[in-house]
């Protein structure tokens, strides 16, 4: 079974800096798919980014970006010019090349505190 | 266009009544996958269904869990006897047919569920 570990319970950062949050996962499969959503206090989830494992090149939108190591079954988010709005719980989440039937698997979370 | 939607937003029932939790997926979205969300085991996958297709029921917690999906669109998730190990927040997501290789989930705002 696949599991995602997210060793970062919370992050803490200024607005306008820098940060990046941690995801490992573990898989057999050799093609997958690999995203990061944020839930704000709404309760939304809302889809910030995703990867291909077969892509070498790194995700990116606008803020936000990705290092993905596959060998390393690494999947870091970085989040560039932190703003207010950052401010949510973030999760990694894994599903293999084989479709939908097993869901999602998401890590545990990270909160991310924004400082103004 | 709109998004997932589900209903109700919150529910409160008493231990052993039934609850039905509905989702209504995006427009054109095949595939439909329920989620369940608690503070001690975190994001959990209970059932997805593609188009009118035979769900896999394997994820669901307990046979008091069942769910249906009509027409290929609208979905209910039940649950019969509540306990109040099921209190939790349910979300559903859809996707776009999994055979065109698109795997990223929209979610709905979820339903919180409290048993008292």
């Known amino acids: 079974a696949q599991t995602v570990t997210q060793s970062q319970p919370e992050m803490s950062v200024q607005e306008a800096e820098t940060v990046t949050l941690s995801c490992t996962y573990d898989?057999?499969?050799?093609?997958?798919?690999l995203f990061w959503y944020k839930q704000p206090p709404s309760r939304q989830m809302i889809l910030v980014i995703r990867?291909?494992?077969?892509?070498?090149q790194n995700a990116t939108e606008n803020r936000f970006s990705v290092n993905f190591q596959k060998a390393a079954k690494s999947f870091s988010l970085k989040i560039s010019d932190s703003q207010l709005g950052d401010a949510a719980m973030y999760f990694c989440?894994?599903?293999?090349?084989?479709?939908?039937?097993?869901?999602?698997?998401f890590g545990k979370g990270t909160h991310l505190i924004i400082q103004p | 266009g709109a998004g997932v939607s589900q209903s109700p937003s919150n529910k409160v029932t008493e231990k052993g009544k039934d609850v039905e939790l509905r989702c209504d997926p995006i427009?054109?979205?095949?595939?439909l996958y329920w989620y369940r969300q608690s503070l001690g085991q975190g994001l959990e996958f209970l059932i997805y269904?593609?188009?009118?297709?035979?769900?896999?029921k394997s994820g669901l917690p307990s046979d008091r869990f069942s769910a249906e999906r009509t027409g290929g669109s609208v979905s209910t998730l039940t649950i019969q006897r509540t306990q109040q190990e099921d209190s939790a927040v349910y979300l559903c997501?859809?996707?776009?047919?999994?055979?065109?290789?698109?795997?990223?989930?929209?979610f709905g705002p979820g339903t919180r569920l409290t048993v008292t």
């Open positions: 997501a859809s996707s776009l047919d999994i055979a065109g290789g698109s795997y990223e989930q929209y």
């Open positions: 898989t057999s499969e050799s093609d997958y798919y």
């Open positions: 990867q291909e494992a077969y892509k070498q």
């Open positions: 989440a894994y599903i293999g090349s084989g479709g939908g039937a097993d869901g999602l698997t």
């Open positions: 427009s054109g979205h095949t595939a």
């Open positions: 269904f593609q188009g009118n297709s035979a769900p896999d």
